[in-house]
């Protein structure tokens, strides 16, 4: 069973179980809602819409509210110095498909539950999962602050003045290089 419904002024052809996505609505996360403009009904029986199926409808719940993907508008008019870049996320909603009927009044259901998606239940996740780690990073840090204070210190300044003659000694030879190339020239 499947029937074509209208939103936003899109058509989406959808089954018991599905998931679309739909220009943005006013509505809450799971809210369960019916859609009445059914344009056409399909399975063993086929029912079509004069424009719309009188006692039909879809039944969904709002999973999800959010913003698509960028899309990127880019104009450009050549040896012109014109170029011209923009953004844009359009906003949806995602709906879960529970079930769907018939104008005779049969009912195709599913048994999937929807999954409502809540971004700010997955903020909150994330907070607490950083603390954790955070927490979990004072602990090692402090292990190992411990072990390397317990190690003897080493002396930096006979490396530091190892270091400097080497750098004495190189730029000594490049000087000697440049004098017996001008010689020989």
């Known amino acids: 069973m499947y029937a074509i419904i209208r939103a936003g002024g899109k ?3 959808v089954q018991a179980g599905d998931t679309v996505r739909v220009e943005k609505l006013e509505k809450n996360l799971g809210d369960t809602f019916d859609l ?4 056409m009904v399909g399975g063993d029986k086929t ?8 006692n039909a409808k879809v039944t969904v719940t709002v999973t999800r509210q959010a913003k698509a993907p960028k899309v990127v508008v880019f104009k450009k008019k050549r040896r012109q ?4 870049m923009h953004g844009h996320r359009q906003l949806f909603t995602e709906l879960f498909v529970e079930s769907i009927t018939t104008p005779e ?12 998606i809540d971004p700010a239940k997955i903020q909150a996740r994330k907070e607490a999962a950083a603390v954790k780690q955070k927490e979990t990073k004072k602990t090692k840090s402090s292990t190992v602050e411990t ?3 317990a190690a003897p210190k080493k002396k930096v300044a006979k490396k530091k003045a190892a270091v400097k003659k080497t750098a004495k000694k190189a ?8 004098k017996t190339a001008k010689k020989s020239k």
């Open 147 to 149: 072990e390397v204070s």
């Open 11 to 13: 058509q989406y052809k």
């Open 105 to 116: 009044g049969q009912k195709f259901a599913t048994d999937k539950k929807a999954q409502v």
């Open 81 to 84: 110095g014109y170029r011209r």
């Open 171 to 178: 730029t000594a030879k490049k000087a000697g290089a440049k």
């Open 36 to 39: 009445a403009e059914v344009l």
């Open 47 to 54: 029912f079509v819409g004069a424009p719309l199926v009188q």
